[in-house]
């Protein structure tokens, strides 16, 4: 990343506080909710909240951009290409996903999860075949 590209991307952030209980979640795909609280998540740059039920995996699918994202709380797997025992990760955890990476993302305790992502670009979901 260029300088000039590092400095267009700190005058886009701007002072902003988005306090917990005025997040905006809404139902991307039953029962999968997001709060984007800053930027667009369609067309990115974007930072967004995601929650999931306990017990809860998405089916194996793809992104056309890629994303990072922190676990807040729960315990998540994020299984890559069919992989059978990923590590679980628990509030602090980082993990990232490449652009195309078939993947799954799962919340695996009793108790619901919450995690940040962000990216760069927009966020999309395809369901592998």
Same mark, same amino acid.
């Given at each position: 990343?260029?300088?000039?590209?590092? =400095?267009?991307?700190?005058?886009?952030?701007?002072?902003?506080?988005?306090?917990?209980?005025?997040?905006?979640?809404?139902?991307?795909?039953?029962?999968?909710?997001?709060?984007?609280?800053?930027?667009?998540?369609?067309?990115?740059?974007?930072?967004?909240?995601?929650?999931?039920?306990?017990?809860?995996?998405?089916?194996?699918?793809?992104?056309?951009?890629?994303?990072?994202?922190?676990?807040?709380?729960?315990?998540?797997?994020?299984?890559?290409?069919?992989?059978?025992?990923?590590?679980?990760?628990?509030?602090?955890?980082?993990?990232?996903?490449?652009?195309?990476?078939?993947?799954?993302?799962?919340?695996?305790?009793?108790?619901?999860?919450?995690?940040?992502?962000? =990216?760069?670009?927009?966020?999309?979901?395809?369901?592998?075949?």
């Amino acid at each position: 990343m260029s300088l000039a590209s590092i =400095a267009q991307a700190e005058s886009a952030v701007e002072n902003k506080i988005v306090p917990e209980d005025q997040r905006a979640f809404f139902t991307v795909s039953d029962p999968i909710q997001f709060a984007v609280v800053t930027g667009d998540l369609q067309k990115g740059p974007q930072g967004t909240f995601g929650r999931f039920p306990g017990d809860f995996i998405t089916p194996m699918h793809t992104h056309s951009h890629a994303y990072e994202a922190i676990v807040i709380s729960g315990r998540m797997t994020n299984p890559f290409d069919g992989e059978e025992n990923p590590p679980v990760m628990g509030p602090g955890s980082f993990w990232s996903v490449a652009a195309g990476a078939e993947h799954a993302t799962a919340c695996v305790s009793e108790e619901p999860c919450e995690f940040f992502m962000f =990216a760069s670009d927009g966020f999309d979901f395809e369901v592998a075949e």
